[in-house]
């Protein structure tokens, strides 16, 4: 089991990675459901299978709806399937030295982490979980583009998901944390649609 988890947070590193520096929208869509993936592997070192399941299928539907909303949206409208019209080398490096900056400052601060705060907690759990939140927030931080904002808003909320997971289970709270997952979704996925009607009528 601890090579299985220690294969999940090499797979949430590598995907909260691709989140961050690239800008094509079925690359980070593809990585964002490979972190959900990851994710569930961690989920199910606190909880049962059949509970942990909930969380990836929710997760794989809400970046389905959000993802099939972007390809709508740049299909209406012939736009590049990349985010960005031009993105230099510059800030391709810059976005991968801030990602290798939060790994380094996830493996010094976790471990005092855990045993101040989580010491009931495995340490690959916190892990994965501040990987996962470190990494969505910078994407916030260096972006206004609507879809990666919701990217990075369910990412957020998947490593504290994570964390979460293992401190406590209720069933309820899952719930609630599907309700919030999927209406983040839809909400996203409205107002990715709105973006595209709106520069339609502009160009038109």
């Known amino acids: 089991m601890e090579a299985l988890s220690t294969i999940a947070f090499v797979l949430i590193v590598m995907a909260a990675m691709m989140i961050l520096i690239f800008r094509d929208w079925r690359i980070t869509a593809a990585a964002l459901a490979v972190q959900y993936l990851g994710a569930f592997v961690l989920v199910t070192l606190s909880w049962p299978l059949g509970m942990a399941i909930v969380k990836l299928i929710v997760g794989w539907m809400a970046t389905a709806a959000v993802a099939l909303s972007w390809q709508a949206s740049t299909a209406r409208l012939e736009m590049p399937t990349d985010l960005t019209k031009s993105d230099s080398t510059g800030s391709l490096f810059f976005r991968g ?95 990715i649609s709105k973006l595209g009607e709106g520069e339609g009528l502009h160009d038109s």
């Open 97 to 191: 030295g801030a990602g290798l900056l939060i790994v380094l400052l996830n493996f010094v601060l976790t471990p005092s982490l855990q045993a101040r705060v989580f010491p009931q907690v495995d340490l690959v759990i916190i892990q994965g979980g501040v990987m996962i939140m470190g990494m969505a927030l910078m994407q916030l931080g260096i972006n206004s583009d609507p879809y990666l904002v919701i990217i990075s808003l369910l990412s957020f909320l998947l490593g504290f998901e994570v964390i979460h997971a293992a401190l406590e289970m209720a069933t309820l709270l899952t719930g609630l944390f599907v309700v919030v997952n999927l209406g983040l979704a839809l909400v996203g996925a409205y107002f």
